[in-house]
């Protein structure tokens, strides 16, 4: 078949590769460089970590909202001017964590596709011959203490439940392990099966240079809908004319929104907009990826520098950076690993980018409602790095018409029927 894959992030990129593989002839539709920075995939924390599982709503969430509004330092806000644009989006987040049941649906939901993201990863690396983009180093969370890994008893419960298994450390392993680390930390829980890319934004190009060996066509353009005639494509739309096809898959990450809309779907979908640092020739920092309990960002080691990536602010994606949030993750890994130290010797690389976010964590994979021949794969939130490889392969058994290894129905664009926007 002739399939349209619009958008070249990771989870087009990962599509792609997978539809090629089905003997498919696939054109991409990317306006910009396929993982370049206009991407939410390139500048992730570049965790694949099956522990992702934790939603961002959680029961209680609500009393802390006001905080969010006014502490502008902490590791999530909220901008009153987005407020009006973001309150059904808001309402439909915080009931999905209303309870501990709906999180514990959620979290075996996400356990679903990120079970094996690390296996699937190393695969895939593989095959397009550059299995070093991904290391199997296993995924540190650093805690000041036991009783703080306790008071998140509910997430690490969530993941034994799941299947997950963590090895604990004191200090002294914990120092052992990460020397650099200060000693405001003093317990550690490591997971072995997770693991991270090295550079993703390189990876993403990666795959999509070797789809292209393989026969797929870049096109630089930009989708704007879709020409259905009985239910059935017969081109995408673009600002460079329109593109045949069989099928289309959208994965254009937060600006997947008006395309659904396009294939007959009104989803939820907002910017959790996130930051990076990444500091060239860092003195000290951590070994292996770690995750400071206190500051709620990924610090990784990479091959261009310590990446610092984090920070939730719900804004309108089109508001300029604010590169304070940056300063916060720096000044927080001043203070993780003190041999950095001072800021004025850092070269930083500062970054900001959207993470395609639904209210209830989950992705939208599935049929679109205009046409069976329009795919949904997008709204991967914080964990589309780690869930690439298998929504490609959910979306290239769906065109294939084979039954997906995993239950789709959690995904499906319908649950947003009566709230979209
Ligand atoms: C700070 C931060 C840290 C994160 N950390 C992690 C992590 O550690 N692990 C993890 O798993 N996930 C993480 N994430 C989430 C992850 O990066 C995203 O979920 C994932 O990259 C989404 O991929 P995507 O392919 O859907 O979208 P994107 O990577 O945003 O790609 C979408 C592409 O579509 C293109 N496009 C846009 N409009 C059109 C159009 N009309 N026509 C054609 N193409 C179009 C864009 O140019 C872009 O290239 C993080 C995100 C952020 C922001």
Not at 37 to 51: D, E, F, K, L, T
Not at 163 to 185: F, H, I, K, T, V
Not at 266 to 278: D, F, T
Not at 279 to 287: E, L, Q, W
Request: aromatic content about 8%; proline content about 7%.
């Amino acid at each position: 078949m002739r399939i349209a894959v619009i958008g070249a992030g990771i989870v087009g990129a990962a599509a792609a590769w997978e539809l090629i593989k089905d003997g498919h002839e696939v054109t991409l539709i990317e306006p910009n460089e396929p993982g370049g920075r206009q991407a939410a995939s390139y500048g992730n924390g570049a965790w694949i970590s099956p522990a992702s599982i934790i939603p961002m709503s959680m029961p209680g969430l609500w009393r802390k909202l006001p905080g969010y509004l006014t502490d502008r330092n902490g590791p999530l806000v909220l901008r009153w001017t987005a407020l009006p644009a973001l309150a059904p989006w808001l309402l439909r987040f915080l009931a999905a964590g209303w309870t501990v049941a709906k999180v514990e649906r959620t979290a075996r939901v996400l356990a679903s596709i990120l079970r094996d993201g690390p296996a699937r990863h190393a695969v895939l690396a593989r095959e397009i011959g550059r299995p070093e983009y991904i290391r199997q180093t296993g995924l540190l969370y650093a805690y000041p203490d036991r009783k703080a890994f306790d008071g998140e008893a509910l997430a690490w419960r969530l993941r034994k439940d799941n299947g997950l298994d963590w090895l604990e450390l004191d200090a002294d392993e914990l120092r052992q392990r990460e020397p650099d680390l200060s000693s405001n930390y003093q317990f550690g829980a490591f997971v072995h099966e997770g693991a991270h890319c090295i550079d993703p934004g390189a990876y993403v190009g990666a795959i999509v240079d070797a789809a292209r060996e393989r026969g797929a066509r870049l096109v630089k353009a930009r989708a704007t809908g879709f020409v259905v005639t009985g239910g059935c494509l017969a081109s995408v739309v673009t600002d460079q004319g329109p593109i045949e096809c069989d099928r289309a898959v959208i994965c254009a990450g937060i600006w997947s929104k008006a395309l659904a809309e396009a294939a007959g779907d009104r989803v939820l979908l907002a910017s959790e907009r996130g930051y990076h640092g990444v500091i060239a020739s860092a003195a000290a920092g951590p070994k292996l990826p770690i995750m400071p309990s206190d500051g709620r960002m990924a610090n990784t080691p990479t091959p261009a520098g310590l990446r610092l990536s984090g920070q939730v602010e719900l804004s309108r994606p089109d508001a300029e950076p604010d590169w304070a949030r940056v300063e916060i993750l720096i000044a927080h890994a001043l203070r993780t690993y003190p041999a950095l130290g001072p800021r004025a010797g850092l070269t930083v690389d500062r970054w900001m980018g959207h993470r395609p976010s639904t209210p209830d964590g989950r992705p939208v994979i599935g049929m679109a409602s205009a046409s069976a021949d329009i795919v949904h794969a997008f709204g991967h939130g914080h964990v589309g790095l780690a869930s690439g490889p298998i929504t490609g392969s959910i979306v290239a058994d769906l065109i294939a018409g084979r039954t997906a290894g995993v239950d789709i129905a959690p995904f499906g664009a319908s649950r947003f029927r009566f709230f979209g926007s």
